[in-house]
């Protein structure tokens, strides 16, 4: 499978843990995207990477999340002290920058915070 | 502020049926409009997407129509099947920004 993948597809935790999850973007995609959806709504941005550099962050993305890409391939994004109106599922997608518009996303981290 | 409004929220048609769902946007520097499609569980995936120098874009079933005066577009999904219930959201783009999405648009195809 060349798309892009999300781990884990499923998280739930209980209010004040931190919780990582992962994405691996398409191969050679040097951008690469966070959102977050909540229910009946469409994805939300919240920062993108183009290789390793972290290029815009949305105003959504509190100081309770920090987002890396350490070698410009896969990406992680941390949320620390979770509330529960964090609960939504977290998208990654990839693109090349040539064609930046043209973004594919993997199938999702659903976050449940009790 | 919400740049992209789409409508309606819901859709229901029957199977062979024309489902059409609708957007505006108010921010001119748009240049690239998609349309995404998402099943419960999934995330999106990329339907057919159309630039504001032409007005129509078609592939398969999927038809965009865009019109740059009124900041409209559209997909028609001809010929409606069962497997097209889905979720499908419209969204716009420009150069240094993330895609901007609609709220969603809910068909459900009844057979």
């Known amino acids: 499978d060349t798309g892009v993948s999300q781990d884990p597809r499923h998280k739930i935790t209980k209010r004040g843990q931190n919780v990582t999850f992962r994405c691996d973007p398409i191969s050679e995609h040097n951008r690469l995207y966070w959102y977050r959806q909540t229910l009946g709504q469409g994805p939300e941005f919240l920062t993108y990477?183009?290789?390793?550099?972290?290029?815009?962050k949305s105003r959504l993305l509190s100081d309770r999340f920090s987002a890396e890409r350490p070698k410009g391939s896969f990406s992680t994004l941390e949320i620390q002290r979770t509330e529960q109106g964090d609960s939504a599922m977290y998208l990654c997608?990839?693109?090349?920058?040539?064609?930046?518009?043209?973004?594919?996303f993997g199938p999702g981290t659903r976050l449940l915070v009790l | 502020q919400q740049q992209v409004k789409q409508s309606p929220q819901s859709l229901i048609v029957q199977k062979g049926g024309i489902s059409i769902i609708n957007c505006a946007y108010e921010n001119t520097a748009f240049d690239y409009f998609p349309w995404y499609q998402q099943f419960p569980g999934k995330g999106p995936a990329l339907l057919i997407a159309?630039?504001?120098?032409?007005s129509e874009k078609k592939e398969g079933r999927f038809t965009i129509s865009f019109n740059k005066s009124a900041k409209q577009f559209s997909l028609h999904i001809m010929d409606s099947q069962p497997g097209d219930s889905a979720t499908y959201f419209c969204?716009?783009?420009?150069?240094?920004?993330?895609?901007?999405f609609g709220k969603g648009t809910t068909l459900s195809v009844s057979s």
């Open positions: 159309i630039r504001p120098d032409v």
């Open positions: 969204a716009a783009h420009t150069a240094g920004t993330a895609l901007i």
């Open positions: 997608a990839s693109s090349v920058a040539a064609l930046q518009e043209t973004q594919y």
């Open positions: 990477f183009q290789n390793e550099a972290q290029l815009e």
